[in-house]
């Protein structure tokens, strides 16, 4: 080992602090940028889901359980795969609950994470497939931004490169950890320069997120095949990362177990893309609140849309129905709830005319009674032509580790 000062200037630096005290609290960057990921996942993940009809604030509802449950579950893997840390000889069994000095596993975490969202989908009524399509684009760029915990810890990098990217890392002190050995006041370096493995996989999760944008839009991916695709863009860049990296790991014939559990979990996620068919889902609510009746002037003015947006978000619906994209859209330009999963629109059904016009409309559903004005997922260009909507009274618009 040596010190900073000996190491080349044409390097990616490394933090040497990765923890902060303010008073008695200790601020962790690796916590830091797990929550700021977990942020990142539920806004990307509230925006698609109200652009299927889910009511807002669900993705809340929904991290309630699956934050929880995806932390323990990105543990036990961790712990359950590196054993000899914690039980082996000199370990130390109550460290196996000391997370804030890393050990996360992300196998686990979507293990835990999936149990949680499908208890909470149970409980809204939402199908678990909606709910892992929307957060398919979020996951990976909430990975991509807790990886840079692994940059403050001074963790997860690879051999040794001559690269003008190579890493420099710092010699770790165990017994004052998240922060770096010290000799005559600088921060101790390891020789040489190495991969900086944990940001390869930050930027191949970015590539995936927007992998899985792009084919959803286009194939419009249901019935969980965006997850899936997530997994396989994830798994299958994770297989050649993980041969990179040369921390401690459980090897099973000479061979990192991530490695194995990559090119599993990628087949298992192609068979599952591979055969499940069927278009994208979409709900319309069931039980929701009544809207307020809508003005009859031509004045758009003098409708109070601040009052019935916040009674619409006052109470969530009781469920929601899966219907297809067609009647959603029918739904949402129209208010009316179709009769059921195989409802079609009925073209021989006149509409609402003369001086009882105003009357039926305000009798019917409004479908921000999920207090979403636009969960519309086409974009502008996707607006047929002559499908002139500007003009239309009211709001909308088009669209660590392991």
């Known amino acids: 080992m040596t010190l900073a000062s000996t190491i080349p200037q044409a390097a990616l630096p490394s933090p040497s602090t990765a923890v902060w005290q303010l008073g008695p609290l200790p601020l962790r960057a690796y916590a830091l940028?797990?929550?700021?990921?977990?942020?990142?996942?539920?806004?990307v993940?509230?925006?698609?889901?109200?652009?299927?009809?889910v009511a807002p604030g669900a993705v809340l509802d929904i991290a309630v359980w699956a934050v929880p449950t995806g932390i323990i579950g990105a543990r036990i893997y961790h712990v359950i795969t590196s054993p000899e840390k914690y039980f082996g000889d000199g370990g130390e069994p109550l460290k196996a609950f000391a997370i804030w000095e890393g050990g996360l596993g992300i196998w686990g975490a979507v293990a835990g994470g999936?149990?949680?969202?499908?208890?909470?989908?149970?409980?809204?009524g939402i199908p678990f497939t909606v709910v892992a399509d929307a957060l398919a684009p979020g996951l990976p760029l909430a990975q991509a931004v807790g990886r840079?915990?692994?940059?403050?810890?001074?963790?997860?990098?690879?051999?040794?490169?001559?690269?003008?990217?190579?890493?420099?890392?710092?010699?770790?002190?165990?017994?004052?950890?998240?922060?770096?050995?010290?000799?005559?006041?600088?921060?101790?370096?390891?020789?040489?320069?190495?991969?900086?493995?944990?940001?390869?996989?930050?930027?191949?999760?970015?590539?995936?997120?927007?992998?899985?944008?792009?084919?959803?839009?286009?194939?419009?991916?249901?019935?969980?095949?965006a997850f899936a695709l997530y997994v396989m863009g994830y798994t299958a860049g994770r297989f050649w990362i993980e041969l990179m990296r040369t921390d401690e790991a459980t090897h099973i014939l000479g061979v990192r177990l991530n490695v194995?559990?990559?090119?599993?979990?990628?087949?298992?996620?192609?068979i599952y893309f591979l055969r499940v068919r069927g278009p994208r889902e979409y709900l319309v609510?069931?039980?929701?609140?009544?809207?307020?009746?809508?003005?009859?002037?031509?004045?758009?003015?003098?409708?109070?849309?601040?009052?019935r947006e916040a009674g619409a978000q006052a109470t969530a619906p009781e469920g929601y129905r899966v219907v297809g994209e067609e009647q959603f859209r029918a739904y949402q330009d129209t208010g009316v709830v179709p009769d059921g999963p195989d409802a079609a629109a009925d073209d021989d059904t006149p509409?609402?005319?003369?001086?009882?016009?105003?009357?039926?409309?305000?009798?019917?559903?409004?479908?921000?009674?999920?207090?979403?004005?636009?969960p519309d997922d086409r974009e502008a260009?996707?607006?047929?032509?002559g499908d002139e909507r500007a003009g239309t009274t009211g709001p909308r618009a088009t669209d660590r580790e392991s």
């Open 285 to 307: 609510p069931i039980g929701g609140p009544t809207p307020a009746p809508a003005a009859t002037g031509g004045d758009v003015s003098q409708v109070d849309l601040s009052q």
């Open 33 to 43: 940028c797990i929550i700021a990921g977990i942020v990142v996942a539920c806004v």
């Open 351 to 374: 509409g609402p005319a003369g001086p009882d016009a105003a009357a039926d409309d305000a009798a019917a559903p409004d479908p921000r009674a999920t207090g979403d004005a636009a």
């Open 45 to 53: 993940t509230e925006r698609r889901l109200r652009r299927r009809g």
């Open 114 to 124: 999936a149990l949680g969202a499908w208890i909470a989908a149970r409980q809204l």
């Open 260 to 270: 194995f559990t990559s090119a599993l979990v990628f087949v298992g996620a192609l």
């Open 381 to 385: 260009g996707d607006v047929p032509a």
């Open 148 to 225: 840079l915990g692994n940059w403050f810890n001074n963790e997860l990098y690879g051999g040794l490169t001559t690269l003008p990217w190579g890493l420099r890392v710092h010699d770790m002190d165990p017994s004052n950890p998240g922060h770096a050995k010290v000799v005559d006041g600088e921060p101790v370096l390891l020789p040489g320069l190495y991969h900086p493995t944990f940001l390869y996989e930050a930027l191949w999760n970015v590539g995936v997120a927007a992998l899985v944008l792009l084919l959803d839009r286009k194939l419009r991916l249901g019935k969980g095949r």
